[in-house]
């Protein structure tokens, strides 16, 4: 069991470029998420799925798209990259959308993205 | 807005003591989760918590949903309890729009031996 597998762990981008933070979970959790960490701040949500085919914009959603064409897959994609996107990137999920939740989140190892 | 507030920001102890950590929050929520982060590392739950209060090992945590409060506690402190401690609640529900998690901006503990 895997759990949250994100790659890549360290990445240095030009202003302007794109890429693609990939999040795969094998535990057929129905929620999945991004978010951005920076020095003095919490964790800010940027977007979520609660399933296949489902997402919808967290706190800090601008620069950024998602996509859940999968369960397994949430990847998180930088149109065009700026300093201010400079942060690190954790992807978690948990098993299922009830509203009390008897679940923990699960985090990956977190994406270190530096934006020159 | 801080939706979570944690206290102290900061916290040395000497190897062998108790440890408190506070989380306060005024969003209402369904469940709260304490979180640990070791230096250049990933994020670990530690505990989920909707009412009442749980026991792993030497952590404790308590949650009073009244007074919109949570507390960690290390009993017996050791160097290897050093990392940062995130308090995040959840707000709502899945499918609804706003739903989402709040965090804290961590607690960070050295314990010193």
């Known amino acids: 069991n895997a759990g949250v597998t994100q790659t890549p762990k360290f990445q240095v981008l030009k202003t302007g470029q794109s890429m693609t933070l990939q999040c795969a979970q094998d535990m057929n959790h129905e929620y999945m998420s991004w978010y951005r960490q920076d020095p003095g701040m919490g964790l800010r949500l940027i977007h979520y799925?609660?399933?296949?085919?489902?997402?919808d914009q967290g706190e800090v959603p601008n620069g950024y798209n998602v996509s859940r064409s999968t369960t397994e897959d949430f990847p998180l994609r930088l149109l065009s990259a700026a300093p201010s996107q400079t942060s690190v990137y954790f992807c978690a999920s948990q098993p299922d959308y009830t509203a009390l939740g008897s679940n923990v989140l699960t985090f990956g190892a977190g994406s270190r993205l530096t934006v020159l | 807005k801080n939706e979570v507030e944690q206290s102290p920001q900061n916290l040395t102890a000497q190897e062998g003591e108790f440890i408190t950590i506070n989380c306060s929050y005024s969003v209402g929520i369904s469940a709260l989760h304490w979180l640990q982060q070791h230096p250049g590392g990933g994020i670990v739950s530690l505990f989920m918590l909707s009412s009442g209060k749980k026991k792993h090992g030497r952590l404790i945590a308590t949650i009073n949903i009244q007074e919109k409060h949570s507390s960690l506690h290390i009993t017996a402190s050791h160097p290897r309890d050093s990392a940062v401690y995130i308090c995040a609640v959840f707000h709502g529900r899945w499918r609804d729009t706003g739903n989402q998690f709040y965090f804290g901006t961590g607690t960070s503990l050295t314990v010193i031996p």
């Open positions: 799925s609660v399933g296949a085919g489902i997402t």
